[in-house]
């Protein structure tokens, strides 16, 4: 059945509108799925801020272009779902990879990163070994402090030290006027 003209235009606005909202897309091929375990997917998905539709290739590609991003051509072969990332990607990532370890039929393509860079399937699988944002926010904060706190405790320990000598000098005056 053909699609018309304005349902066209309607799924090319819905594609820039998610587009324009996710800071990764990451390209699959769905083939072979069932709807229970689509549904499956996308239930899992919302759960990390993400999204997975099906989209038409073309459709896509003129979203694509309409939005100034790359367009990953050898990638758009075949069928084509999207899972958009609303929120940090490595969540998303991981889910739709471990998705796709566990039934054998999900095939990540790659993605697209801040609308200019792309990866390979590789790379998705990089992008979801990342640690969490708060896990890598607390290593940096790590790396920042310690520095910070050995400097602190290297200018503070000359006062301490005199500190220490004092009180001793005192308590043998103490002593000796006993």
Same mark, same amino acid.
């Given at each position: 059945?053909?699609?018309?003209?304005?349902?066209?235009?309607?799924?090319?606005?819905?594609? &820039?509108?998610?587009?324009?909202?996710?800071?990764?897309?990451? &390209?699959?091929?769905?083939?072979?799925?069932?709807?229970?375990?689509?549904? #499956?997917?996308?239930?899992? *998905?919302?759960? %990390?801020?993400?999204?997975?539709?099906? @989209?038409?290739? +073309?459709?896509?590609?003129?979203?694509?272009?309409?939005?100034?991003?790359?367009?990953? +051509?050898?990638?758009?072969?075949?069928?084509?779902?999207?899972?958009?990332?609303?929120?940090?990607? $490595?969540?998303?990532?991981?889910?739709?990879? !471990?998705?796709?370890?566990?039934? !054998?039929?999900? +095939?990540?393509?790659?993605?697209?990163?801040?609308?200019?860079?792309?990866?390979? $399937?590789?790379?998705?699988?990089?992008?979801?070994? &990342?640690?969490?944002?708060? %896990? @890598?926010?607390? =290593?940096?904060?790590?790396?920042?402090?310690?520095?910070?706190?050995? &400097?602190?405790? +290297?200018?503070?320990?000359?006062?301490? #030290?005199? %500190?220490?000598? *004092?009180?001793?000098?005192?308590? =043998? !005056?103490?002593?000796?006027?006993?």
């Amino acid at each position: 059945m053909a699609i018309s003209k304005e349902q066209k235009e309607k799924m090319v606005a819905d594609y &820039l509108d998610k587009m324009s909202r996710s800071r990764t897309l990451i &390209l699959t091929d769905y083939r072979g799925l069932t709807v229970a375990q689509v549904t #499956e997917l996308r239930q899992n *998905l919302r759960e %990390v801020d993400g999204e997975f539709q099906v @989209v038409k290739n +073309t459709l896509f590609q003129r979203a694509l272009g309409e939005s100034g991003m790359a367009i990953p +051509t050898e990638q758009l072969v075949g069928p084509l779902a999207v899972g958009y990332c609303f929120g940090d990607a $490595p969540p998303v990532a991981k889910t739709l990879t !471990d998705y796709a370890k566990s039934t !054998d039929v999900l +095939t990540i393509k790659g993605a697209i990163v801040a609308g200019s860079s792309i990866l390979g $399937p590789d790379g998705v699988k990089g992008l979801a070994d &990342l640690p969490p944002r708060e %896990v @890598v926010l607390a =290593q940096l904060l790590g790396s920042v402090q310690g520095p910070m706190s050995s &400097l602190a405790s +290297t200018i503070v320990a000359p006062l301490r #030290e005199l %500190v220490q000598v *004092l009180r001793a000098r005192s308590e =043998q !005056d103490q002593e000796a006027a006993a």
